[in-house]
């Protein structure tokens, strides 16, 4: 999910995605380095949406929150997906 994000650019933290959603569960938490300097989150949550245990992937670019969601098993097809992306 891609949506706006109102205010600067910054490198998300676990403590920073707590302060806006509280309720989130955060674990497992690892610094993804994005490109052009950016910092994201990758993480283990709770989502009923991926039938308990999902692999997240959170970060702000150019004004947008980008909100990589998908389930827990694939996590290595995740890291080989975003070792293809590359941002300008």
């Known amino acids: ?21 509280p309720d989130i569960e955060v674990s497992g938490e690892q610094e993804v380095l994005i490109g052009a300097g ?3 989150l990758a993480f283990l949550s709770d989502s009923k949406e991926f ?6 992937v959170w970060f702000i670019f150019r ?8 389930y827990a098993e694939l996590d290595d097809f995740l890291k080989g997906l975003f070792a293809t ?4």
């Not at 992306?85 to 300008?88: C, I, T, Y």
């Open 63 to 70: 004004g947008n929150l980008y909100q990589v969601s998908t």
């Open 38 to 40: 950016r910092k994201g």
């Open 51 to 56: 039938g308990g245990k999902s692999r997240e």
């Open 1 to 21: 999910m891609i949506s706006p994000f109102d205010g600067d650019d910054i490198d998300l933290t676990k403590a920073t995605i707590l302060a806006s959603i």
């Open 85 to 88: 992306w590359s941002f300008q």
